[in-house]
């Protein structure tokens, strides 16, 4: 079994441990997590930073968390995806044909997909995707890391097997809740009222923009704060549409459609926004207005 196929070792395990022994591992998530091999090494540096001294006795009191690496890493990482995704550059393009199982970039049964195809899933989704399907740490670990449920954290790494289309559906369609929630959103951005956008966000919602979307005005953003701001305007000009079957926005008001909104909900929370408005990406939808 290659390592990264390896069950994920129990949280006790690195007690006393060399760090040597661990640094392979470690590099490996951090890499498949950070997608360079500069950012891994920094983040596995960080890692060696905090890593406990056996040598030190153990103070007399509660008996400590066992120390866990992985998480230690997970949680270094997340951080750097998170400020990686509020100065994304590059515009989002949700067919890239270069990502997995596009015309560009065959794959093999069992290959993971390459670093640059990962860079389309949000922070969580990408955590959740890639220490559970390729390190084999369980939803449990990973939930508090994102502090979500371990069932939040199932349904995340199945939405980034559906965006890296290594699934047909989306996992878990819950059509009511995502209907209610996108209703909400368009009522608060005709209402201007920031404050309820903000509280329909997920804190790590990402906006993502596909060129033409950019070009109009419509840039990427990362955050509640940042996501209600950027997309709130627009939002309050739009009008309700099905999207593939599922709730969303179309704009302008009235008129064909020159952008759409599609909404991810996750716990009645919107997590992802993707803003499409290059005439091949909304001829790929199935849209209703």
Known sequence: MNESAAPAPPRDV??????????????????????TSEEADAAVQDVRRTWPDVHTPVAPGPVP?????????????????????????????????????GPHHPRAPGEPPPPAALDGLTPPERLAFVLHDEFSVPYERIAPLLERTPAAAR?????????????????????????????AFLTAARAGDTAALRALLDPDAALRA???????????????????????????????????GAAGLAWPAEGEPRLVLVFTV????ITAIDALADEDHLDRLELHV
């Open 14 to 35: 690195f007690a006393g441990a060399p760090f040597e022994e661990h640094r392979a591992r470690l590099r490996a998530v951090a890499y498949r997590l950070l997608g």
């Open 65 to 101: 968390t066992p120390y866990d690496p992985v998480e230690v890493l997970a949680r270094g990482c997340l951080d750097r995806l998170r400020s990686r995704e509020s100065h994304r550059e590059r515009p989002w393009d949700p067919w890239d044909p270069w990502a997995p199982g």
């Open 155 to 183: 349904r995340l790494a199945g939405r980034a097997r559906y965006r890296l289309r290594e699934a047909e559906e989306m996992p878990e369609p819950d059509p009511p809740r995502q209907r209610t929630a996108v209703a």
């Open 210 to 244: 596909d060129a033409e979307a950019e070009r109009t005005g419509t840039a990427a953003a990362h955050g509640a704060g940042a996501v209600a701001e950027a997309v709130g305007p627009l939002a309050g000009t739009a009008r309700k549409a099905l999207v593939d």
């Open 266 to 269: 996750l716990e009645d929370r």
